[in-house]
């Protein structure tokens, strides 16, 4: 039987876990014990942060790991991609790792690339925005989390200084980055590569809150975009993955299309997209089971992926701008939803992905909307 490590326990990576259970897989998990929900779900599981590589690369050579990966964590992939590359098993480079989870290290390879991605400084206090000319409205955030924890939109220079000191609060790095607003539609992309080749998969169109704190409240596949525009995509999505130096496993790109038709990479984690996105959105969307896709790159096994019949797929989430969904939830009699569920009784606005107390994933010929 073969042994899969994998970083992280929350309920983001149990999909993973069943799926490699389901495959006939031994499977070891890390992470702390508060929270992890995969504890008793995965084979062995070990109470160690998942930020600790040199611990769980030990762990991984005394129990002879065959693959190791993670899904919809940007904290988790630089361990994973350091135990593999010690161990000599398939994953990204470390270095590559690294710059995927880190936002300006990101606009850093995309502008040496010549890809258009937001203008963007790092800092490490507020003093450093000194004598810089800002163009209002910025974005500010940390430059190491996701979930749109710490991120918020500043209209005036008076406004930065609380954005600055949360972004600061929030990053394990305590940096920020504070880069150009860039007003449009928000798409993300999903790909997943395997020795340096990339395969697109699909593209969600993505509803958030808006001002101040952009959390996502509904993803939707396909996305309404033409199919010249799935293509141009799909194309910069390879160009971007290419200057990142990704070469397997999964990876979610987010994106913002302006009235214009410019096309922005906002940012791009070596990892399969969260909020169910890569876990159910694709299958349900495209027929191509993402999880065993990632599974596959991990233990050097991978196959093309094969599509079935396209249909729409989404989610919705539950929180005090969508409190009118608490009710759907409950009755989720309609034949096309897949699964709903109250995660917390309490409902909140929303500032970070946290806050959400619920949500209803659906599959239809066409977008559900409710």
Request: net charge negative; proline share 4%; glycine share 8%.
């Amino acid at each position: 039987m073969k042994t899969l490590a994998i970083i992280g326990a929350s309920y983001l990576q149990l999909p993973l876990v069943y799926k490699a259970k389901e495959q006939g897989l031994h499977t070891l998990c890390f992470a702390w014990t508060e929270g992890a929900v995969c504890k008793d779900e995965a084979d062995e599981f070990f109470p160690i942060s998942i930020v600790e590589k040199e611990q769980i690369l030990e762990v991984c050579r005394e129990k002879c790991i065959d693959g190791i990966c993670t899904i919809a964590s940007d904290v988790a992939a630089p361990t994973v991609a350091y135990v593999a590359e010690k161990m000599g098993l398939v994953g990204n480079p470390y270095e590559v790792a690294l710059r995927a989870s880190n936002k300006y290290l990101m606009r850093q390879a995309f502008m040496a690339a010549g890809i258009p991605s937001p203008n963007s400084l790092k800092i490490t206090s507020l003093d450093q925005l000194d004598g810089h000319e800002l163009h209002f409205p910025v974005i500010v955030k940390p430059t190491d989390r996701s979930g749109s924890l710490g991120v918020a939109k500043v209209e005036r220079r008076d406004d930065l200084a609380g954005a600055v000191a949360n972004a600061l609060d929030c990053s394990f790095r305590h940096e920020a980055v504070v880069e150009d607003f860039i007003e449009g539609k928000e798409i993300s992309v999903e790909f997943i590569s395997y020795q340096g080749v990339h395969y697109p998969l699909q593209i969600t169109d993505k509803v958030t809150t808006g001002a101040p704190y952009f959390v996502e409240i509904e993803h939707h596949q396909p996305a309404a975009l033409s199919h010249g525009l799935y293509e141009k995509i799909y194309a910069l999505t390879a160009k971007a993955l290419e200057a990142l130096g990704v070469t397997n496993g999964a990876s979610h790109a987010e994106y913002k299309i302006t009235e214009e038709g410019e096309i922005y990479v906002m940012e791009i984690g070596a990892r399969m997209g969260g909020d169910f996105i890569g876990s159910d959105l694709v299958k349900l969307s495209t027929g191509y089971d993402f999880l065993e896709g990632v599974i596959q790159v991990a233990l050097g096994k991978f196959k093309e992926p094969v599509f079935g019949a396209s249909q729409s797929a989404g989610v919705y989430f539950l929180c005090e701008e969508t409190k009118r969904l608490k009710e759907i939830i409950q009755n989720a009699t309609l034949p096309q939803v897949v699964r709903a569920e109250i995660t917390d009784p309490v409902i909140r606005a929303a500032k970070c992905s946290g806050d959400r107390s619920g949500y209803l994933i659906y599959q239809s010929q066409n977008k559900l909307v409710l």
